[in-house]
Structure formats: structure tokens, C-alpha cells
T-cell receptor, first 115, second 114 residues
Framework: DTGVSQDPRHKITKRGQNVTFRCDPI?????LYWYRQTLGQGPEFLTY????????KSRLLSDRFSAERPKGSFSTLEIQRTEQGDSAMYLC?????????????FGPGTRLTVL | QQQVKQSPQSLIVQKGGIPIINCAYE??????FPWYQQFPGKGPALLIA?????SEKKEGRFTISFNKSAKQFSLHIMDSQPGDSATYFC?????????????FGKGITLSVRP
């Protein structure tokens, strides 16, 4: 399977704990995006990388959230001191920038439940 | 302020029918408009996308119609099947430059009855 992969698929944690998610993009895709999706809503943009550079962060990304893409390949999203409001599906997407087209392909997501 | 609005909120059609899902946007800087399909517990899957230089694009049973002056676009699913039952999201972005992040609508739930 050469699609976007995410790990873990499900995470249950207690409020106040730290969690880390991993995303492996499609091979050779130079852009990687993180989105968050709550029940009954469309995905909302969090942040994105071009190669290893983090180019944009949403206002949704509070100080408790940090994302990295150290070698321009996989990426991690860490949430510190989780809150119940962090419960959501965290989606990763990757793309290969080609001219004016930036087609994003999504992974299966990580479902986070904060108790 | 919701920049991308979808209608209707839900849709039920019979097998073989042609569901039409509408989307309206506000930001005139948007110039890339994809549609995604999502099944429960899965990530969104790209169906078809269009840019404003064309008014219609067809791929298989899926067609996008685009009206730049009205800032609206719609998805038509020909010969719908029960397997098309899913949530459909329209999205928009400023293209491949600095504004490539996708802004999504809230999604509509489509049910295709056998």
C-alpha cells in the first residue's frame, strides 16, 4: 500500500496526558498537512510542511500543539496536557507540488478520545 | 464566518438517481475546488477537482459544474449506487502557493436506497 499512513489509528488518553501521532506521507510527496475533524464537521486545517519547513500554522494550533517533520519525510503531531476538547479525528494529508496544482491525499486518521 | 457552505445537509435518493450537491464559497482568491468522499472511520478520499478556468469536468460517474460569477459549484453523481452512500465534502483553496490549505464545507450525508 503506497498511500498515506497514520499511527496509531485510535488513542484513548486521560486529560492532562501527552500524546504523539505519526504520519507517513506518500513517498516523494514534498508537502504534508495536518487537519482536525470533529463529529459532523469538515476537516479544519492545523499546519503544513514543505519538506522539513513548517510554513503555516492555524490559530487552532494552541501552544499545547507542536508538529515536526525533521527529515522532510514522516511527521509527528504532539499534544501536551490534553483536554477533553482535543477529542477529534486527526488527519494527515500529503501532496507533491506540481505547477499550480496541489492535490492532497488523506490518510485514515487517528481518532483521539480524551477522558 | 463559514467560507464554504454546502447544501443540502442530507440527501436520500433511489438507486440510479442523480444526487446533486451544491457548494458556495465567499473568498474570491480560491482557485482550486476538490470534492472528497468519506466513509465512517476513514479519511477523506479525493473524487474529482476543478479549477475556475473550466465550467464543467467529468470523471466516470462524477461531474463538477462550476459557476465562477455566482461563486458556486456542484457535484453530480450519475447512476448512483448504494455503495455511494457516504459523506461528501466540498473544499476550496488558493491553489498551490502559500494558500494551499483546504477549507472544507460541513459535509452532506448521502444515502442511496437499493
Amino acid at each position: 500500500d503506497t498511500g498515506v499512513s497514520q499511527d496509531p489509528r485510535h488513542k484513548i488518553t486521560k486529560r492532562g496526558q501527552n500524546v504523539t501521532f505519526r504520519c507517513d506521507p506518500i513517498s516523494e510527496h514534498n508537502r504534508l498537512y495536518w487537519y482536525r475533524q470533529t463529529l459532523g464537521q469538515g476537516p479544519e486545517f492545523l499546519t503544513y510542511f514543505q519538506n522539513e519547513a513548517q510554513l503555516e500554522k492555524s490559530r487552532l494550533l494552541s501552544d499545547r500543539f507542536s508538529a515536526e517533520r525533521p527529515k522532510g519525510s514522516f511527521s509527528t503531531l504532539e499534544i501536551q496536557r490534553t483536554e477533553q476538547g482535543d477529542s477529534a479525528m486527526y488527519l494527515c494529508a500529503s501532496s507533491f507540488l506540481q505547477g499550480a496544482i496541489d492535490t492532497q491525499y488523506f490518510g485514515p486518521g487517528t481518532r483521539l478520545t480524551v477522558l | 464566518q463559514q467560507q464554504v457552505k454546502q447544501s443540502p445537509q442530507s440527501l436520500i435518493v433511489q438507486k440510479g438517481g442523480i444526487p446533486i450537491i451544491n457548494c458556495a464559497y465567499e473568498n474570491t482568491a480560491f482557485d482550486y475546488f476538490p470534492w472528497y468522499q468519506q466513509f465512517p472511520g476513514k479519511g477523506p478520499a479525493l473524487l474529482i477537482a476543478i479549477r475556475p478556468d473550466v465550467s464543467e469536468k467529468k470523471e466516470g460517474r462524477f461531474t463538477i459544474s462550476f459557476n465562477k460569477s455566482a461563486k458556486q459549484f456542484s457535484l453530480h453523481i450519475m447512476d448512483s449506487q448504494p455503495g455511494d452512500s457516504a459523506t461528501y465534502f466540498c473544499a476550496a483553496s488558493g491553489g498551490a502557493g502559500a494558500n494551499s490549505k483546504l477549507t472544507f464545507g460541513k459535509g452532506i450525508t448521502l444515502s442511496v436506497r437499493p
